[in-house]
């Protein structure tokens, strides 16, 4: 050791810290390259500026850019910048004296989660060297000292000496890491290139890599080995030229190592450019780099937001869905996240919607802070700005769009799950999402109808938008709740994705217009008073009935009313303004992992049963009743009746094979077959059909 050698002692701290970094198993140990080379990245910022008020502290050199040296032969990895440099001052406190204001909260996250990769931003990224290395040696030359080498190997301290014995390196830092036995991989041109591309890809300046390549070469043969290859003339490629006629001189190929300098991030950073300048290829070029798509995106919105929060960002929207979009285990979003240029992570929850986990991206912040865990991340009031204006600026992208008709079809085609959900869980921008939706309806059979244009097709005196929910659009198009509705000229829309019940339930209206389903009880239409009168005496005159028929259906049904929602069925069922409706029902009944009591029970229709008063059936059940209460016909076409509507109104049968051997029934009586014809009558549950004439039976048809 010389003279001009001074050791010190690593401030307490960051003994521990060191300690904990050299003795545990870490996963993410590639994290090291990222962090010094950000670190070479700032101090290269750093001289730039200084170069801005006084242009003469570049005379020591002009050339800003790091380099990566790998020296296999040695097991040390060299990273190399022409940055403002450290003196000796700055050694001995930014690298172990001085403790950073970081270094305790690190050590604290990284004891719980055994992730080493936010270390950078808890300001003490250097110290992430020890991930893979043995020693560290640091040589740095400032402007205004010497050039010196500070030295440790992860002990209890360090050493600092005036270099005498390196080149000069004129200024910035060399750092030497002598690498442990089982990390040579990061001596590897590929690991190398591999782990630059994904962290510092868009570093602002050129990041170099100077390695060895062997190459094969020729070189002409010497006369001594020419006496030699004779006897062996396999070996010697002659090349003659018949034009000239000349003898060139003979040649052997032999491999040699030559160094390659290469440029490794020569995709500079888009987004930090003018809109203006850049060019619909170039966005597609870097929009299959970041996402590995093979086609154009659909929509681009390059964006920067200034004042008191600064980021910009680039917004893509792909062609198709991908076929894992709503995968439960699935990455939440497709948002890379960068601080400065360097990349911080991709899979930040917090920076969009899970309704928005289709668009693709960068946001690049100049204001989060450096301290950028997870924990902090959940509470950080930038980041919740951030997400704000990416909802805001998705929105206007998705805007953009809608003025392409086919454009806007094959979007809608491919998320329009995701717009629902957008509906259903952003209460902000609710409105803004509803005119984006498309549906089929009575009035628009061919291609799907938005909002707004139901709308303006509305006649004077409709109050409220219209909709049916179902299974698919061939079951809701010949349901019994639409035939009144058509005949009055009323528009109904056509609901028949799972998630729609779910988004109709928050979209409570839209432009003032409150939006009802025609499948609950409660639904007014715009009647006259005469009609209404009519309606009343109706009602009067089927009471008898009504409460013959709940009596016979007792708890299957809440209760039975007279309705003018339908015209040509003789009833349906309606269910409670408040509760599911019947395709609610059932999407909630075949969800896996449902809770077959409690909400379920609480939340599930209360069925009312409506008799349509002018239907000849419900007239010949009225006479029924009235000629005899306790006529057993009666009760067993009750129950057809009301089976027949459930099914009618969307609804599941809690027992198929009842109602499935009453219409068998009716088959044998209309083949006029008895029971005693069959060889081994089925036992039933269900009431027997008695005495049912061919006249009653024709009525019933």
């Not at 990273?79 to 403002?84: A, E, L, M, P, S």
């Not at 966005?283 to 929509?299: H, I, M, Q, R, V």
């Not at 917004?315 to 360097?342: H, M, Q, S």
Request: hydrophobic letters at 35%; one cysteine or more; aromatic letters at 8%.
């Amino acid at each position: 050791m010389s003279d001009n050698t001074e050791t010190f002692n690593f401030q307490a701290e960051i003994s521990q810290l060191m300690s904990l970094i050299v003795n545990a198993v870490y996963q993410n140990k590639e994290i090291f390259l990222r962090e010094l080379i950000s670190n070479a990245s700032d101090a290269l910022d750093k001289i730039r500026y200084q170069s801005l008020t006084d242009p003469s502290v570049l005379d020591s050199g002009k050339d800003l850019k790091i380099t990566i040296v790998p020296d296999a032969a040695n097991k040390v990895l060299v990273i190399r910048d022409t940055g403002i440099g450290m003196t000796k001052a700055d050694l001995i406190n930014n690298l172990g004296t001085i403790a950073k204001s970081g270094t305790k909260a690190f050590m604290e996250m990284v004891q719980e989660t055994k992730d080493a990769s936010m270390i950078g931003q808890f300001g003490v990224g250097f110290y992430s060297a020890y991930l893979i290395a043995d020693e560290v040696e640091v040589i740095s030359k400032h402007n205004d000292d010497e050039q010196y080498v500070w030295r440790s190997s992860a002990g209890q301290n360090f050493t600092v000496t005036r270099d005498t014995t390196n080149e000069p390196l004129g200024r910035g830092t060399e750092i030497r890491l002598h690498l442990k036995e089982d990390q040579t991989e990061y001596l590897e041109e590929r690991r190398i290139k591999e782990v630059v591309k994904k962290h510092s890809e868009f570093i602002s300046y050129p990041i170099h890599l100077i390695f060895q390549k062997e190459v094969e070469k020729e070189v002409p043969i010497e006369e001594s080995e020419e006496a030699d290859a004779d006897e062996d003339k396999a070996k010697i490629e002659e090349v003659e030229d018949e034009e000239e006629g000349e003898k060139k001189p003979k040649t052997k190929k032999v491999k040699e190592n030559e160094t390659v300098d290469e440029e490794l991030n020569q995709t500079k950073p888009i987004w930090t450019r003018n809109p203006d300048t850049i060019q619909q290829d170039e966005y597609n070029a870097f929009y299959k780099s970041l996402t590995n798509d093979w086609e154009d995106p659909l929509a681009i919105k390059h964006f920067s937001v200034e004042g008191q929060l600064e980021f910009r960002s680039i917004l893509f929207t792909p062609r198709r869905a991908p076929f894992d979009l709503f995968e439960g285990k699935k990455k939440r979003n497709n948002i890379k996240l960068y601080v400065r240029r360097v990349f911080i992570m991709d899979d930040c929850e917090e920076l969009i919607p899970e309704w928005l986990n289709f668009v693709k991206g960068i946001v690049d912040s100049e204001d989060l802070p450096l301290n950028l865990s997870r924990e902090v991340l959940q509470q950080n009031k930038i980041l919740k700005v951030v997400r704000k204006n990416l909802v805001k600026k998705c929105i206007d992208m998705f805007s953009e769009i809608a003025e392409d008709k086919d454009n806007f079809n094959k979007f809608y085609e491919a998320f329009s799950k995701n717009i629902k959900l957008g509906v259903h869980e952003d209460s902000q921008n609710r409105a803004k999402l509803s005119e984006f939706l498309r549906y089929h309806s009575t009035k628009s059979t061919d291609e799907p109808t938005s909002l707004k244009d139901y709308v303006t097709r509305m006649p004077e005196k409709q109050k409220y938008i219209y909709y049916i929910t179902g299974e698919s659009r061939q079951a809701v198009e010949t349901s019994p709740f639409l035939e009144v509705l058509k005949r009055k000229g009323y528009e109904v829309l056509f609901l028949v994705d799972p998630i729609d019940e779910y988004a109709v339930q928050q979209l409570r209206e839209y432009e003032g217009k409150e939006l009802k389903s025609v499948t609950k009880e409660g639904l007014e239409l715009e009647d006259s008073e005469e009609d209404k009168q009519k309606l009343e005496e109706q009602k009067k005159d089927l009471e008898p009935l009504c409460a013959q028929v709940k009596e016979i259906l007792g708890d299957k049904v809440e209760k039975v009313i007279v309705t003018d929602l339908i015209s040509e069925s003789p009833c349906v069922i309606l269910t409670g303004q408040f509760g599911w409706s019947a395709n609610m029902e059932r999407i909630m009944k075949s969800q896996a992992l449902r809770d077959s009591g409690g909400m379920s029970s609480y939340m599930s229709s209360k069925r009312t049963l409506g008799l349509q008063p002018t239907h000849p059936i419900i007239r010949e059940l009225k006479a029924k009743v009235t000629a005899d209460k306790n006529d057993k016909t009666v009760r067993d076409l009750v129950n057809l009746m009301y089976e027949s509507a459930l099914l009618a109104s969307g609804f599941t049968l809690d027992d198929p094979s009842q109602f499935s051997n009453r219409i068998y029934r009716m088959i044998k009586l209309g083949l006029s077959l008895d029971d005693d014809d069959e060889a081994a009558p089925a036992e039933t549950d269900a009431p027997a059909l008695e005495e049912v004439t061919e006249s009653n039976m024709e009525e019933i048809d």
